[in-house]
């Protein structure tokens, strides 16, 4: 199985951030292709898909004899928040807890949607390979390359039915309707991004 990670990893007990879409399924099963000591971290969103996603975690972790660990989320109290600024804060503060490095499994696609997602908002900003115990090591891959990994060594994977939904969240509407124009644009913007990684990729070096 052949996935090129922006670094190496060194330490061999880690956390995958697991939610059973096919990014954390391909990295999970990269890890313990090359005898990584995983276990699962699952945070548990107020959504609707969020049993199955759950349902679809236990069984893969039994399935391999990993262990499991499982947080939810707080209810939404801060107006001042949305939803997604929630979760992502509350997801970042479990991860936090368990005190050992957290691979996540952002990708270019996810890098690309985000600088274009915080450029709305006034500056396009670089999604970070590390902060605090959290880290991207398929930041650099775009999603159709672990797509073609998962089908290639038939994998199964949980698709939550919402990243199809371009009025779910403002994420969606920019991976299905602003993404798809600025590439019309500059059909070079992946690259553009993928430059940006790694120029501040050197620069923390």
Known sequence: MKLNLVRHISEKRLAVAFSGGVDSVVLAEYLMSKQYDIVLAHFIHDSPIAEDELAFTLNYAKD??????????????????????????????????????????????????????TALHGEGRIMEYAHTNVFRPMLLTPKQKIIEIAEQNGFNWFEDPTNS????????????????????????????????ILAKLAINN
Do not use: C
Request: aromatic letters at 10%; proline letters at 5%.
């Open 165 to 196: 939904d371009a009025s779910f969240a403002a994420r969606n509407r920019v991976r299905h309707r602003i993404l798809p124009e600025a590439l019309k644009i500059n059909p070079g913007l992946y690259s553009v991004v993928k430059k940006k």
């Open 64 to 117: 391999r004899g990993l262990e499991v660990e499982i947080d939810i989320a707080p209810g939404h109290k801060n107006t001042k928040q949305s939803t997604e600024e929630h979760w992502r804060n509350a997801r970042y503060e479990f991860f936090k807890k368990l005190e050992m490095p957290v691979a996540m499994g952002h990708h270019l696609d996810d890098a690309v949607e985000w600088y274009l997602f």
